[in-house]
């Protein structure tokens, strides 16, 4: 059968992306949807995203690791998806859309996506790092010369040696100036350094907030892939109306056999 697809990336990030409104994908086929993420066998992305009807939202986001399994949040596949579905005609300007965690908001202007994240309440903080959860677990490390760190090798012993099999994405940064830092990411589900990471971008500019690296309540964070935003409000406990801002882009559409 043939599989119609459209590919998007969002700073360097890139995902397949489906719209499954008609229910027609086999979503339980985790070798499928590894294959078609495989940048040899198949398509080639960090992770595949499906666009479903939503009877309370514009749409539904089910996002996929590269490795074929059921994601969490994925905040670049978000501002993807949000580009997809504006691209489809089932939104303008803004959208309310469902995902893993919950309900989100996400305003379009051009190439640049706007994505309410979650509330973040609880930041911990470990011997030489901090632990969050953005709508996926993060870990938040500083580290100096940034560029020639071993983030797969340090990455991945960090992914399993500390947070188990389930595991937990790592951020390694660097602090560039008063609220600008650089960022590169292992995600597990990829178990490789990504290009860029929405939720690891998010956790990043809270946690050097947190951890009074910045005063600033917009953060600008530096990927492989290009540069985000971040916006947010400190509440009592915790942060709320957390933004994450950037681009996210039309690749190339095609169909594959399956």
Not at 12 to 21: L, P
Not at 57 to 72: K, V
Not at 161 to 175: A, D, M, R
Not at 189 to 198: A, R
Request: hydrophobic content about 35%.
């Amino acid at each position: 059968m043939e599989l119609h697809f459209h590919k998007y990336q969002g700073t360097g990030n890139d995902f397949v992306i489906i719209d499954n409104r008609q229910s027609h994908f086999p979503k339980n086929d985790t070798n499928l949807i590894a294959r078609l993420c495989d940048r040899r066998f198949g398509i080639g992305a960090d992770g595949l995203l499906l666009l479903e009807d939503d009877n309370s939202a514009d749409f539904t986001m089910i996002y996929y690791n590269a490795d074929g399994n059921l994601g969490t949040m994925c905040g670049n596949g978000g501002r993807c998806l949000v580009s997809f579905a504006h691209s489809l005609g089932i939104i303008k300007d803004k959208t309310h859309f469902t995902a893993s965690d919950g309900l989100h908001e996400a305003t379009i202007t051009g190439d640049q996506v706007s994505l309410m994240m979650t509330d973040v309440g609880k930041i911990s903080k470990k011997r030489n790092a901090f632990f969050l959860n953005t709508g996926s677990p993060h870990h938040v490390q500083v580290v100096k010369d940034l560029t020639n760190f071993d983030v797969v090798k340090e990455g991945r012993r960090l992914r399993f040696g500390v947070y188990g099999e389930k595991g937990s994405n790592i951020n390694f940064v660097e602090q560039l100036s008063e609220n600008t830092f650089m960022v590169r990411t292992y995600e597990r589900g990829v178990e490789d350094e990504t290009f860029s990471c929405g939720t690891g971008v998010t956790a990043v500019a809270l946690a050097m907030y947190y951890a009074e690296k910045t005063s600033s309540t917009e953060v600008h964070v530096r990927t492989k892939g290009g540069d985000l935003s971040v916006r947010f409000t400190p509440v009592q406990i915790g942060y709320k109306e957390v933004v994450l801002q950037g681009p996210a882009s039309f690749v190339y559409k095609g169909t594959i056999q399956w």
